[in-house]
């Protein structure tokens, strides 16, 4: 942190890397990435010890046990699955949501898991036997994020639907709805003494919560893109924040003052030209002027027809939609009034002329 240096590269996944966290240890580090794996790397030498393999569609996410032993990761696939980071096995895979897992957290005594999917709801997993103890509903959009309070008490998640609920995990009640973002919220966390909350949105803000008053106390901007994974520091005196603006960014807590800016990021988010995939719901795409492919947002429980998608065009030019139904954001330098589709027998192509001279082609994979 003293210079923000990179000091490492780790490779070897074959696609897109959606999540990393230490062990409690700091020996070790996990990823889980869109090659349907999660691999657990030796942060002294960067060598990949372990590649776990079992899930059959993207891994979203993976996340430690607290004393270290166990992996939880989760997938499109719509399962939750527990390893063991000593051998190896997946110890268990937990069932029941019905769409893709996006997030999931152990309790800080790690006899519990809670994850998040776009079926819109929250589940709280027995570490032990595996049963499905309660199933939070109240969002109206994919859950994007979950995480234990630090007691263990409450839940708190985040939704597509622009908010955060917290949750009480002996009644399932929601205690509280944090409404202020305007936009999608990707991520959410609680601070070491459980009395705040940080989200972050795709309105490109990151907002600090009080969680006894349930209100804002401050809202930080200085992101140009979509911010999407927030965290506190240990001592809960800094903030960091990463976004689509290519940028990772370090506040000060107290008074809101951004101390450092690191990164380049990735700034184009694209799915591997692979039929059977989906887009993950609701996300704002940063494109540069590649032709990229993507995949539908399509619920893989939705009945195909023989007919062809009707694409189009919203009126303010900000949105593709397929059947009058928004499926993909426009970044405003593609919007334009100059634009062409052409759907052929596997995918339906969009040409855009932008005011800049440049012409952009997406493509979207009929699947």
């Given amino acids: 942190m003293a210079t923000g240096a990179c000091e490492a590269t780790l490779e070897g996944h074959s696609s897109s890397v959606q999540w990393a966290a230490f062990s409690p240890d700091g020996r070790r580090i996990l990823s889980a990435s869109w090659d349907k794996t999660v691999k657990l790397w030796n942060v002294a030498t960067g060598t990949c010890e372990a590649t776990l393999e079992g899930h059959s569609n993207l891994v979203q996410s993976a996340a430690f046990s607290p004393n270290g032993r166990l ?13 063991n980071v000593a051998t190896g096995a ?25 994850s998040a999917s776009r079926d819109k709801t929250v589940k709280l997993w027995n570490v032990a036997t595996g049963a499905c103890e309660a199933t939070f509903e109240g969002h109206s959009w994919s859950v994007t994020s979950v995480s ?12 597509n639907d622009g908010t955060v609920k917290l949750w009480d995990t002996a009644t399932g009640a929601c205690e509280a709805t944090l409404k202020g973002h305007s936009d999608s919220v990707i991520s959410a966390a609680f601070s070491r003494d459980g009395r705040r909350i940080l989200s972050a949105s795709d309105d490109k803000t990151v907002k600090l919560w009080d969680t006894a008053m349930s209100a804002c106390e401050a809202t930080r ?14 001592d809960g005196r800094r903030v960091v924040s990463a976004s689509w603006d290519r940028t990772v960014k370090l506040w000060d807590t107290a008074t809101g003052t951004c101390e450092a800016t690191y990164g380049e990021l990735a700034h184009c988010s694209v799915l591997p030209d692979t039929a059977g995939t989906y887009i993950y719901p609701g996300v704002r795409i940063l494109l540069d002027e590649r032709g990229a492919r993507y995949a539908l947002d399509e619920h893989p429980n939705m009945p195909v027809t023989a007919d062809r998608p ?46 800049s001279g440049r012409v952009f082609v997406l493509q979207f994979l009929l699947i």
């Fill in 310 to 355: 009707r694409f189009d065009i919203s009126p303010d030019g900000a949105w593709v939609s397929k059947e009058s139904r928004p499926i993909l954001w426009l970044h405003p330098e593609l919007r334009s009034n100059a634009f062409a589709w052409n759907t052929a027998e596997s995918f339906a192509s969009l040409v855009i002329g932008c005011s």
């Fill in 148 to 159: 234990f309070s630090p007691d263990g008490r409450r839940i708190i998640s985040a939704s």
């Fill in 221 to 234: 901007e200085s992101h140009s893109g979509p911010v999407i994974s927030v965290a506190f520091s240990p």
């Fill in 90 to 114: 997946c110890e268990a895979t937990l069932e029941g949501h019905n769409w893709s897992v996006i997030s999931a957290a152990f309790s800080p005594d790690g006899r519990r898991i809670v």
């Fill in 71 to 83: 992996i939880v990761s989760t997938s499109w696939d719509k399962t939750v699955k527990l390893w």
